[in-house]
């Protein structure tokens, strides 16, 4: 067979390590979207007087499962 100068690392190794990695992220994305719907399920039974208690009110939500929620 005639070599024609590529190498096997050049186009990619037939290791397991990049869908290591690439399970690894998959499997971080998961379990948040687990834990968001977690915390989704958990504020949206709340009442609005638990959510005062909270700090909190329902058009906050949206912001608390997204991390993004500010007190100001």
Do not use: K
Request: with cysteine.
């Amino acid at each position: 067979m005639a070599s024609h100068g590529f190498n096997r690392t050049a186009f990619g190794s037939t290791s397991s390590a990049p869908r290591a990695g690439l399970t690894t992220w998959f499997t971080a994305q998961i379990e948040r979207r687990r834990e968001r719907a977690r915390i989704a399920r958990e504020l949206l039974t709340c009442s609005n007087r638990d959510l005062f208690d909270l700090g909190i009110s329902s058009g906050d939500i949206p912001a608390v499962i997204d991390g993004t929620y500010r007190r100001c």
